[in-house]
């Protein structure tokens, strides 16, 4: 605690009233009641009623907070007017912190504080005192109830609910203009001195902005504060208890005030002259370039819309804005041609589209610059005089005869020579051709309008001097129509007359086509080539004619066909005509005219077998023949089939030799010489067990010397055709030339069976039936017969 705040509660205390001090006193009475003062007045039996006055006297209590002495602090003394001084009365204290925060002496009534009261903690407390006679412990005086107050002290400096505060305030604001208010608390006793009187003043921040000392409203204190030179600002706010005065306590905080754009500042271009360059060859919407404004607000009100608002260029050039990035596109609106004009000039505007009123007076919010274009020379590709070409030619042309002659030339300043040609794949059939020099197409065939009426070619055009460079230009030839072709019967006619026709009777409509398409149309003429006197032509005038028989009756045994040429021709230049033969056969009819027969052999063959039996046995013998033709190809199918179908199906065949051969001595039966030298074999056999189906050249093998063992000859041959990729897959070829070396298992022939020395049984043979009784006889016989010798 400040000196200052030491003399300000000194010079309180003195002016403060201490009834404290005051002694209270008891008036004794004869029932212990509070008696009452002076007064007399007259009761209903007229006698004087005396006012009592009551034993207690006092105030409430009043004590200052915030006690720094190191005695207990001093409240106040109660004192009873039957107190003698003698000690036979006991002061007795009860209520908000009797015992603990406040305390009494039971003999002289003095109260004291124990600890430092807080006047923020609680302003005021309830107590109750009684005197009591030390001896009975009964009360002298009834209990009463008194107020201890707690008098503030400024010992609270005010605060700010936020230590920073964030605000804003466009720019450009005139003065006085409120940017936001910030109160402080000061939790000292408003009612009480001008402890919670809090004054707001500025320690930061000016000459910018200021502060209401009252309200805590911060304001604007200079005009036309802008944001592009300064947009934040921090202002820093006291408050200070006291009214502000010498002594006070005060707090701070901070105010951080940003400025806010608005539209105070026109788009400038940073050049007054733009330089673009662009090929010539660009499509049209090919960006050249781009420009643009800068302008010193922001968001929306840094927005510019562009465009062209003068210039020899207005109608080759468009420009956009690109929001994105605020810049102005310019881009190609027409074709551009450096032949005939190298140099555009643009004269392009940037203007805000969001403009404030109140900144009218800051001039126009837009700003022009000029866009130089510069159209760049490429070498260009020919150009065709036309987008497409249309010739029309007549089909009987001869072949040489120039149809159309396309043209083109070389854009670029050079003027190069151009050289014409054909896409053969427009005309596979070669039926035309151009002069590569001057570009006419002549016809290299003959044209037929009925094969193909048009004819779509593709002309390529190119300069000599860059072949690269290349046009095309599609051309449509048309074939005109010639009447070139005759007209001819629309369909076969199948006709036939009933023999017993009449004179005058239809037999058969007929008409006509042509290929050619006249350009009034069809229109033919029937005619008889010669006069017939079986049958006539009448004309419908209608492009069909009726067939009409001239006489009664007609015989298949006398003429059974007739031939009847009619003549067909046109109307058109040159008039076509041909002679088309109609075919009528003689048929036998009934009452109605229904066709029955027109064979005339049918009358003569006599009865016998139908149409429909000699059909019927037409087929039965087609059937025999496949049922042969199957049975040969099955037959000769299994043929091809091997001896040995798999390797599961081996079974034991049992092959008889009824020639036994002459045995040893029998030189002629195999000649042993072969196997040395099988130069002298023959060539190869294939097998004749089935069909080859691939021949293979015999594999000639090295010839063994004469004294080659036998067993080391067959292991060679042996394993040649086990590698021989080429060799059959059954050798029918066996060749037991040599046994190999005695087996370690000894002979298991019954032929030595004799010669040992072990019984054998051999009754079992018996068991196996009659066609085992010879073997049965020969070796058990044999048994017998040395068992009783």
């Known amino acids: 605690m400040t000196i200052h705040q030491l003399l300000f509660l000194l010079l309180l205390w003195m002016w403060l009233p201490h009834p404290h001090h005051a002694e209270m006193l008891f008036r004794r009475t004869p029932d212990l009641r509070p008696k009452s003062f002076g007064g007399r007045a007259t009761g209903n039996d007229g006698k004087a009623i005396h006012r009592q006055k009551r034993g207690w006297m006092w105030n409430q209590f009043f004590l200052l907070e915030e006690y720094t002495g190191s005695d207990y602090q001093y409240v106040g003394k109660l004192h009873s007017d039957q107190d003698k001084g003698d000690g036979s009365l006991k002061y007795i204290l009860s209520g908000d912190g009797a015992g603990t925060l406040f305390i009494i002496d039971e003999k002289t009534g003095d109260i004291h504080a124990t600890r430092r009261i807080d006047r923020e903690e609680k302003a005021f407390y309830t107590l109750r005192a009684q005197a009591i006679n030390r001896r009975t412990l009964r009360p002298v005086e009834p209990e009463s109830e008194f107020v201890i107050k707690i ?301 193909s009426q048009w004819h779509n070619l593709s002309v390529i055009a190119a300069e000599i001097n860059n072949p690269k460079d290349t046009a095309r230009v599609p051309v449509y030839v048309r074939i005109l129509d010639v009447n070139d072709n005759a007209p001819q019967f629309a369909v076969f006619y199948d006709t036939f007359v009933c023999e017993n026709a009449r004179a005058g009777q239809l037999i058969q409509t007929i008409s006509a086509v042509d290929k050619d398409d006249p350009l009034g149309g069809q229109k033919f003429f029937f005619s008889l080539a010669a006069v017939n006197p079986n049958f006539t032509v009448q004309d419908n005038e209608d492009n069909t004619a009726r067939i009409l028989t001239r006489r009664n009756g007609f015989s298949r045994h006398e003429i059974s066909t007739y031939l009847l040429p009619v003549v067909i021709s046109d109307n058109d230049y040159p008039i076509q005509s041909s002679t088309g033969t109609l075919t009528i056969r003689v048929c036998a009819c009934d009452s109605r005219g229904n066709m029955q027969s027109c064979n005339a052999e049918a009358l003569l063959l006599p009865a016998g077998l139908s149409t429909g039996a000699l059909v019927a046995i037409l087929l039965c013998i087609i059937i025999l023949l496949v049922i042969v033709v199957l049975f040969a190809a099955l037959k000769r199918q299994r043929k091809k089939e091997p001896l040995i179908l798999s390797k599961e199906d081996i079974r034991d065949n049992i092959v008889s030799y009824n020639d036994e051969g002459g045995g040893e001595e029998d030189t002629q039966a195999f000649d042993i010489g072969t196997l040395r030298n099988p130069a002298a074999m023959e060539d190869k056999k294939l097998r004749r067990d089935i069909i080859p189906e691939t021949l293979f050249v015999p594999r000639r093998t090295p010839s063994a010397p004469d004294n080659t063992d036998v067993r080391d000859f067959i292991n060679q041959r042996l394993k040649e055709h086990d590698t021989d990729p080429s060799a059959p897959p059954y050798d029918s070829l066996a060749t037991y030339a040599y046994e190999g070396n005695d087996s370690i298992a000894e002979s298991l022939s019954s032929l030595e069976s004799g010669t040992t020395e072990g019984d054998q049984n051999y009754d079992y043979l018996r068991e196996w039936g009659p066609r085992f009784n010879k073997l049965a006889e020969m070796y058990g016989g044999g048994e017998s017969d040395k068992d009783t010798s």
């Open 151 to 451: 008098h503030d002290i400024n010992d609270n400096e005010p605060t700010f609910p936020e230590e920073i505060y964030t605000a804003s305030v466009p720019e450009m604001s005139i003065v006085g203009t409120s940017v936001v208010q910030v109160t402080a608390t000061d939790a000292d006793d408003p009612s009480y001195g001008n402890s919670a009187r809090v004054i707001y003043s500025i320690l930061q921040g000016q000459p910018y902005f200021s502060v209401e000392p009252e309200t805590g409203i911060i304001r604007t204190a200079l005009p036309n504060m802008n944001r592009e030179n300064r947009e934040q600002y921090q202002v820093v706010i006291q408050a200070k208890d006291m009214g502000g005065q010498m002594g006070g306590l005060s707090g701070t905080t901070t105010v951080n005030i940003t400025l806010t754009d608005v539209n105070d500042n026109p788009p400038r271009f940073p050049q007054s002259t733009v330089h673009l360059r662009i090929p010539e060859s660009s499509p049209v919407g090919t960006p050249i370039g781009s420009v643009k404004a800068t302008d010193a607000d922001t968001g929306k009100n840094a927005e510019v819309e562009y465009r062209i608002i003068d210039g020899d260029g207005t109608d080759m050039f468009d420009i956009v804005t690109q929001k994105e990035t605020q810049e102005g596109i310019i881009t190609v609106r027409k074709p551009l041609d450096y032949e005939t004009r190298r140099l555009y000039t643009l004269k392009v505007e940037a203007e805000n589209t969001h403009v404030d009123p109140r900144f009218y007076y800051l001039g126009p919010f837009k700003d022009t610059t000029i866009v130089k274009i510069s159209v760049e020379d490429v070498d260009e590709p020919p150009v065709f005089s036309r987008s497409s070409y249309l010739f029309e030619v007549h089909e009987d042309i001869e072949l040489g005869t120039i149809i159309g002659t396309v043209m083109a030339r070389d854009p670029d300043s050079t003027s190069s020579l151009i050289r014409f040609s054909l896409d053969r794949h427009t005309d596979l059939d070669r039926i035309f051709n151009i002069y590569s020099g001057n570009g006419s197409i002549y016809t290299s065939k003959p044209l037929d309008r009925e094969i």
